[in-house]
């Protein structure tokens, strides 16, 4: 009995045993390695939160955050506004037999590498870019539009690629909606519009919210795209950590910016999952 | 110093940074053997055609880490155990920080071609230090205006000032490196690059402030060539031959000018490490690299090119005329030393970068 009892506790901290190594090692020892460094002086290693005071009092610094959350919300919203329909033709319109080659269709931009796509839409919004010349072409324009190194480009690079990840999310919680609710509204009166606004869409906003919720945490935390599209004619925050890295090597400040970028983060995660109580009991 | 051994934030903060790269270093060490020669490296010295004849006749297989910048450069040497690596890429003014970590070993000036070198990049005041010399440039160029000769007026590209005038507006892109473009904005107001201090800072933020006016685009070195190859912009502000020598082929409109007001000189130089266990084959290395062949080869790399610092170095007539190489003694003479700052001013010049990045 009690050797029974042992093993049915020992087993599920065997299991996750790896799991939690990996995290400490990974996760929470680099976490606290780096919150102790947000502390300290970059000359000397004093204690300090010189650090901290600087993203709040430079104007340089927290326009970076302000960005970074202005270009994060416009991402999201546009991706959920294009994910929604495209999700919902998949899951709906689309025959049952032909949805897996929809789907892999809809992915294929995952496949390929994320520097070799940025750069692939830097060259399509070039100056002597594809739109630029098809726009020159059909004499709409006749000058050139700067598209490419702007916070247009950076918006549409994040946009092509979260738009797939809301659309499997989104289109998860879809094929999870059992007809019936659809067909009792439908008996009780209800019109298509109000099915849709008073049935569908609420019962697959959490499908909605875990791939926004998703979005915001890559999107706020990428440097690459920015990197590449923006043309650092505005630095988000990413940029300003690396910045602090490259030359002179200010691991503390670089620290206290991740940290400050993380709280962000979470602030974001608890919003989402006390709004639509996503986490599970 | 004491103080940092003596708090106990700091030492728990080193302990757990320790254990950290203890075990990154575990991953990213994979199967080096002890006899491989470890160097920290610029993309330039990855190339093949750079390494593959200095293995072959050494019987060595050199382990390259690239890094992108002094400071990350550092933080790996932090992060690993003494006598991990052998060999370094440094910028020439940033010898001296490695010197007083206590890093780099004395280079034996008999055994290198110092007196080869042309005397205006030896940069002695960076690589030697209380006497002892730690560092020897291997390559060098200018931080000045890379330009599209057929988009531009070249009369125009021998004043710094075109830079901030309305006839470039839109065309420029500023390359994303704040030392050497905070350099030409010294230039441009008429300041020596050895002599900036604190006070200068305003006049120099207001010059690049006007840059950023005409800018399209500030890139780092990929993007800020893409775009002068591309023709996104003509003109690109701390550019020189690392830019444009490289793409002459393709594209031959690609030139750079020394203007009249002068560039900023940037050099590398190698350092050995002194805690390596394979001192011999460290000098060997470095001995190669500054042979006439190998400063050809790490002149023509394929990640970029720049001027070997040996006046031996074997390129060919093309290579020499696409380099410009003889018109170096002119282009020496009217260069001006890297801002080389204290570490205070060095922050609050990074910090002037933000905000100019920032400025909309």
């Given at each position: 009995m009690s050797v029974a009892g042992d093993n049915s506790r020992a087993l599920p901290w065997a299991l996750v045993t790896p799991a939690l190594a990996w995290t400490l090692l990974f996760f929470v020892l680099p976490f606290i390695a780096m919150g102790l460094s947000s502390l300290t002086a970059h000359e000397g290693g004093a204690f300090t939160l010189a650090n901290y005071s600087q993203f709040f009092t430079d104007p340089s610094y927290w326009r970076a955050m302000v960005n970074s959350l202005e270009v994060t919300a416009i991402v999201t919203a546009v991706s959920i506004l294009l994910a929604y329909p495209f999700a919902w033709i998949l899951a709906e319109m689309v025959p049952e037999r032909w949805q897996r080659l929809a789907l892999m269709l809809a992915v294929l931009p995952f496949w390929t590498s994320y520097v070799v796509r940025s750069y692939s839409w830097l060259l399509v919004l070039a100056q002597n870019g594809v739109i630029n010349r098809a726009l020159t072409d059909i004499g709409l324009i006749g000058e050139p539009l700067q598209?490419?190194?702007t916070r247009f480009a950076t918006v549409t690079g994040f946009v092509h690629f979260f738009v797939m990840l809301l659309t499997l999310t989104i289109f998860a919680n879809l094929k999870q909606l059992s007809p019936s609710y659809r067909k009792a509204a439908a008996d009780l009166g209800a019109g298509p519009v109000r099915i849709f606004l008073h049935v569908v869409l609420p019962l697959t906003l959490p499908g909605i919210m875990v791939g926004a919720f998703l979005t915001f945490v890559l999107c706020i935390g990428d440097y690459i795209t920015p990197q590449i599209l923006g043309g650092n004619n505005e630095l988000v925050m990413p940029q300003l950590v690396m910045m602090q890295i490259g030359r002179r090597g200010d691991f503390p400040l670089a620290s206290a910016l991740s940290i400050i970028l993380m709280a962000v983060v979470t602030v974001a995660y608890l919003a989402c999952a006390r709004w639509l109580k996503i986490e599970r009991a | 110093m004491t103080t940092n051994a003596r708090n106990p934030l700091s030492t728990l903060k080193s302990s757990l940074a320790g254990a950290c790269a203890a075990v990154a270093l575990l991953i990213a060490a994979?199967?080096?053997?002890?006899a491989d020669l470890n160097a920290l490296i610029w993309?330039?010295?990855?190339?093949p055609a750079l390494l593959q004849p200095f293995e072959e006749a050494n019987n060595v297989k050199v382990n390259v880490k690239e890094f992108e910048g002094t400071g990350a450069g550092l933080a790996i040497v932090d992060q690993s155990q003494p006598g991990d690596w052998d060999v370094m890429v440094i910028d020439s003014i940033d010898v001296p920080r490695g010197v007083e970590k206590g890093l780099f070993e004395p280079l034996p000036e008999d055994k290198l071609p110092f007196a080869d070198l042309f005397p205006e990049v030896k940069m002695d005041k960076s690589t030697i230090v209380d006497g002892k010399r730690y560092g020897i440039t291997e390559k060098f160029g200018y931080n000045t205006i890379g330009f599209n000769k057929t988009k531009v007026d070249p009369a125009d590209m021998q004043s710094l000032a075109s830079l901030t005038s309305d006839k470039y507006k839109g065309k420029i892109a500023i390359y994303d490196y704040y030392l050497p473009v905070i350099g030409m904005a010294a230039l441009a107001i008429g300041k020596k690059t050895a002599d900036l201090t604190e006070a200068d800072l305003p006049a120099l933020k207001a010059e690049l402030l006007k840059m950023k006016t005409n800018a399209k685009l500030v890139g780092e070195v990929t993007a800020s060539q893409t775009a002068l190859a591309t023709g996104e912009v003509d003109i690109l502000v701390g550019g020189g031959e690392w830019v444009t020598a490289g793409l002459a082929k393709e594209n031959p409109a690609l030139d750079f000018s020394i203007p009249k007001e002068g560039a900023v000189l940037w050099s590398q130089s190698l350092a050995m490490f002194k805690d390596s266990k394979n001192k011999d084959m460290a000098l060997k290395f470095i001995e190669y690299i500054m042979s006439p062949e190998g400063q050809a080869r790490l002149a023509t790399s394929s990640c970029y090119w720049g001027m070997p610092s040996n006046k031996k170095a074997a390129l060919t007539d093309d290579q020499k005329k696409i380099l410009r190489f003889d018109e170096q003694p002119g282009f020496l003479a009217r260069a001006q030393a890297y801002p080389a700052p204290s570490a205070d001013l060095d922050k609050k010049m990074q910090d002037m970068w933000t905000a100019m990045l920032q400025a909309q």
């Open positions: 598209l490419a190194n | 994979g199967g080096a053997k002890a993309c330039d010295h990855s190339d």
